[in-house]
């Protein structure tokens, strides 16, 4: 797991594992991921960790909207 995040109250240091010299900034989970990932990209290609993980943040946004409890609460 060559990225990963060191979270402060207002703040996320992403960091790499393989790239001492290198590091992002963000403000949320989801930017962190995205740094990560375009980092990856960039520096690391054939390497997906980061770019997995923010899929399955997009994938669990778009059917969290799905969830039959949404549902029932939009009827409302
Ligand atoms: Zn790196």
């Given at each position: 797991?060559?990225?990963?995040?060191?979270?402060?109250?207002?703040?996320?240091?992403?960091?790499?594992?393989?790239?001492?010299?290198?590091?992002?900034?963000?403000?949320?989970?989801?930017?962190?991921?995205?740094?990560?990932?375009?980092?990856?990209?960039l520096?690391?290609?054939?390497?997906?960790?980061?770019?997995?993980?923010?899929?399955?943040?997009?994938?669990?946004?778009?059917?969290?909207?799905?969830?039959?409890?949404?549902?029932?609460?939009?009827?409302?």
């Open positions: 797991m060559p990225i990963k995040l060191d979270k402060s109250d207002i703040s996320i240091v992403v960091k790499c594992d393989q790239c001492a010299h290198w590091y992002g900034f963000a403000l949320d989970d989801y930017e962190a991921w995205q740094v990560g990932a375009r980092h990856q990209h520096a690391h290609p054939g390497e997906y960790q980061a770019i997995r993980r923010l899929a399955r943040i997009d994938y669990e946004q778009r059917h969290a909207d799905t969830k039959p409890e949404k549902d029932k609460r939009r009827r409302r």
